[in-house]
């Protein structure tokens, strides 16, 4: 069985830039979440994805925004990339009426 | 909103010495329950988790925590602490009465000494 993968493992980026993070969720698992942790911190809830639909979100500005595919796999695109976005993103999969999560490696993103 | 606390953003302990994580929840209906464990440069890893029944629970690694509603806390121990056992350890909650997004604490790290 696989698990949760991410893409990609490390990135940097520029303030003001766009950026594009990659999921792909555990077989068998249809809802994808997101979250954000910075450094020395817990992750924070960004959103979740069920049925390629916004099924939840977290205290996070419009800017931050994704997609689930037929597939389950999922996106997070973040817009106008500000020096604090700067974190590891962490994805998320589950079933949907299952309320373990299990996680994937993370992205780390630098924003400079 | 739920919201977690752990007591202790870093813990030490000897190698072979009794782990004891501390985590407290705000929520009048009990929330789902879970630790977490995070080695550097890694993801999360599930170490257990309380939904229903047994309020004590046993997980992976020879971790295990109690639920306890009249203290609204959720501790994590061990008997004897391994090296191995070097991670930060997350708490987490999920809403009984929503989906299934997680609201973690702020993370205890845990340095096992020799």
């Known amino acids: 069985e696989t698990g949760v993968t991410q893409s990609p493992t490390h990135l940097i980026k520029t303030r003001g830039q766009q950026v594009t993070l990659r999921c792909s969720s555990q077989s068998g698992h249809n809802t994808v979440s997101w979250y954000q942790q910075a450094l020395g911190q817990g992750p924070q809830f960004i959103f979740q994805y069920y049925r390629e639909e916004e099924n939840g979100r977290g205290n996070f500005p419009p800017r931050f925004s994704g997609l689930q595919f037929p597939n389950y796999s999922s996106e997070l695109n973040v817009n106008a990339l500000e020096l604090d976005d700067s974190a590891l993103y962490l994805c998320a999969s589950s079933r949907n009426w299952e309320r373990t999560q299990y996680f994937g490696p993370g992205t780390r993103l630098l924003v400079l | ?114």
């Open chain 2, 1 to 114: 909103a739920q919201s977690v606390t752990q007591l202790g953003s870093h813990v030490s302990v000897s190698e072979g010495a009794l782990v004891l994580l501390r985590c407290n929840y705000s929520s009048s209906v009990p929330p789902y329950l879970f630790w977490y464990v995070q080695y550097p440069n890694q993801g999360l890893q599930l170490l257990l988790k309380y939904t229903t029944g047994a309020t004590l629970v046993k997980g992976i690694n020879g971790f295990e925590a109690e639920f306890k509603k009249s203290e609204t806390s959720f501790h994590l121990t061990k008997p004897s602490a391994h090296m191995s056992d070097a991670a930060e350890y997350f708490c987490a909650v999920s809403d009984r009465n929503a989906g299934n997004m997680l609201t973690f604490g702020g993370g205890t790290r845990l340095m096992v000494k020799p």
